[in-house]
């Protein structure tokens, strides 16, 4: 029966050495030993059946039950706890659009050629002064268009988008006017000249496999005609300027 005991712990012994990490080897296997009763070395004494079983560790106020159920204490299963989970993997069924095209803003317009000339204060009923100040439109051009950015949709599934969106549109003027000519221009137009400024709109857009999409702003480049007050000649003074500005108007479709 002894011999019988041995060889079932010798099996159990080689078969937790081939199972479990190598950090608990050493505990399963001298758990195998005590649990069957069976000798570990020559130098163990021979087992007495007089001898109750250990119990273990059963003091309830003790976490640490120690040997007695025959698991080691800190083992838990056979799993290295070195070593981190994999992470999950990303969704790849979430949907994506490439960027084909960046918008771009209009460059400042030319001089147009028109020159500058002066005005007696008495010539329009005025006195005078800064209250003369006034901005009007000389000659309209010609509307164009600028593409904001282009998107598109390389995947099989839908991509749809319900959201606000800013786009950014610029009010650009020629360099030949003064600074006070300026001043009054941009209080004309409710914008600072020479900037950009962002703007929102709403948009509901479905995309198919392969199709495209973007916000095209309309601009115009029109001739102004500015009367400002100059102190030093105490004399109005009349300067033409082109100003590129937006419309108004923007519309989104295909790119």
Known sequence: MKLRRMAVAAALGATVLTTVPAITTPFTAYASCNDDHSSCGDDDPPYDDSVPDDPGNNDPGNDNPGYGDGTPTGVVDDTNVSEAPDPAPADATLPTVVTDGVSTQPSAPADPGIPTATEDPDSD????GDSGDRVVLYSPGEKFEKRQNCYRNPNAAQYKVSDTVKYDVSYQAS???????????SASLGAQINTTVSHSTTIDVTLNQGESWALYVEYQTNIYKITSWDWTALKY??????????????TGRSC
């Open 125 to 128: 009923g005025g006195g005078g």
């Open 237 to 250: 003074r009349i300067e033409y300027v082109n100003v590129t500005a937006p419309t108004g108007v923007v």
């Open 175 to 185: 360099g030949n006017i003064t600074a006070k000519a300026g001043e009054v221009l």
